[in-house]
């Protein structure tokens, strides 16, 4: 970054004393010739010096960065000087027009042939080539719009200075010769040059005016809004903006995401979306994300929305059907500081919001428990532990899928007893029949030690016990 500032600082200040030497010369030879040609291209370099400076310090600042007053940098100053220099060059082609009628019509050449002034006009018209290309290609390199519209100025330099040279050359000829009417091929091509000029100018006018607008560039819209709808976990893509400072681009992009998704989920979209815009163009991306229900979404998922909009924890969610009408039940977890009265005021808030937004449901039946928020010093009870174990191990016979049952732990907490342990059954049997073994498991366990309050079985694959 800073060796891109400081590369295109370098090529504005050459230009500036480019445009110097070039200012020096032409008057220099407008003194010596005293020619109105070399003095319209004197008055026409005067104002690429403008040009110049003007682009030397829009270059200095663009690159600036954004601060508390200028929040999305400075970049436009690139724009506003290459609007401004498209105002010099089309006040430079009607210079030209006028000069070209005059002659034109008057029949009157200010040109005094000179081989010297020839010279001096084509060294200057090479030094010209040698600034716009050199100019263009840093243009190019770094996306300025200043030095993009510095190099059309001198280019136009290289064709007027032709021009002229073209001019002198026909009147060295015309003179020598005898034929007065080479004459009028200076204002002739003058014309055309002018018209060069008009059409260029117009073109990059356009483009800068548009920057100045915040004009999206043409197809970037559509071809961000497809590509983001594409990624995973993006519903739709919405709005798309786009807007262009200097050589910098930002975009504020519009998604829906499913509503049951996490926080962590939907930053990992948001970043995910970033990532893909910054591959079709550098850019500073805005995600704004809205929730949405994404189609084919479950009744689960729904009451899970419901749930998660009113920042409530529930598990253990179930339905059934009973005599043609749906039954819903769950486990809601609420701060273990609540009172009943504050936690039936928000279970009952919940199930009525379940009732008004799932079709169909008769009923919801919700079983409130504390929500887990601290951490309890507990006691490992080992001689129960092994007493659990083995009594865990010798159900292998009564249900078959049960293969082992092995670190198992007991301990005593908040004057309750707790087991937690590992159970290896075969891995290719469904979730479902795992949870009814281990809800069997649990309730032989409690029946034969009553003391034990819970018990927490962790169900694994046999080969990755």
């Known amino acids: 970054m800073v060796e891109a500032v400081r590369e295109k600082k370098i090529a504005a200040l050459a230009s500036v004393v480019t445009a110097l030497v070039l200012v020096s010369l032409k008057a220099f030879l407008t ?12 008055l026409h370099s005067g104002l690429d010096l403008v040009a110049a400076i003007i682009t030397y310090l829009s270059v200095r600042i663009s690159d600036r960065p954004a601060d508390a007053h200028h929040t999305y940098g400075h970049g436009k100053v ?3 000087s290459a609007f401004v220099e498209t105002g010099l060059l089309l006040l430079t082609a009607l210079y030209v027009i006028y000069e070209a009628f005059h002659r034109l019509f008057t029949q009157q050449v200010h040109l005094e042939p000179s081989l010297v002034a020839i010279g001096v006009l084509g060294l200057m018209a090479g030094m010209d080539v040698v600034r716009s290309r050199a100019l263009d290609r840093m243009a190019r390199k770094h996306h ?6 510095d190099a059309l100025h001198f280019s136009t330099d290289v064709w007027s200075t032709l021009v002229v040279l073209l001019g002198m050359a026909c009147a060295w ?12 091929a200076d204002p002739l091509a003058a014309l055309f040059v002018a018209g060069v000029i008009i059409w260029v100018g117009s073109q990059l006018g ?3 005016l548009d920057a100045l607008l915040d004009a999206a560039p043409a197809g970037l819209q559509e071809r961000i809004a497809t590509a983001v709808q594409e990624l995973d976990g993006v519903l739709e893509a919405g709005r798309v903006r786009v807007r262009r400072a200097g050589k910098h681009h930002f975009v504020d992009v519009t998604i829906s995401v499913p509503r049951t998704a996490s926080f962590e989920q939907v930053h990992q979209i948001s970043d995910a979306v970033e990532k893909r815009v910054a591959e079709i163009v550098p850019a500073d991306v805005m995600v704004h994300m809205e929730p949405r229900a994404h189609q084919g979404e479950t009744l689960f998922d ?5 749930a998660q909009r009113k920042g409530l924890a529930i598990h253990e969610l179930s339905a059934h059907q009973m005599d043609g ?3 819903v039940e769950m486990h809601l977890e609420v701060d273990e500081h609540l009172s009943l009265r504050e936690a039936h005021r928000r279970a009952t808030a919940l199930e009525e919001d379940i009732l008004r937004n799932g079709e169909g449901i008769a009923g919801v039946n919700i079983h409130i428990e504390p929500l887990g928020a601290h951490i309890s010093t507990a006691g490992e009870m080992k001689d129960l532990a092994a007493a659990v174990q083995e009594h865990l191990n010798s159900f292998r016979a009564e249900h078959l899928e049960l293969l082992d049952c092995h670190e198992v732990r007991v301990r005593e907490a908040d004057q309750k007893i707790i087991v937690s342990c590992h159970c290896a059954m075969d891995g290719n049997l469904p979730i479902t029949r795992i949870h009814d073994i281990t809800e069997a498991l649990q309730d032989r366990i409690k029946e034969r030690f009553p003391l034990i309050f819970e018990v927490n079985i962790h169900p694994e694959p046999f080969e990755e016990s």
């Open 302 to 306: 729904s009451i899970r929305a419901v």
């Open 325 to 327: 009408k749906l039954f």
């Open 173 to 184: 000829v015309g003179k020598t010769t005898g034929r007065e009417w080479l004459y009028y």
């Open 31 to 42: 003194w010596y010739t005293g020619s109105l040609g070399v003095l319209s291209e004197a």
């Open 144 to 149: 300025s719009e200043a030095l993009e519209a």
């Open 78 to 80: 690139e724009s506003f």
């Open 206 to 208: 356009r483009r800068t």
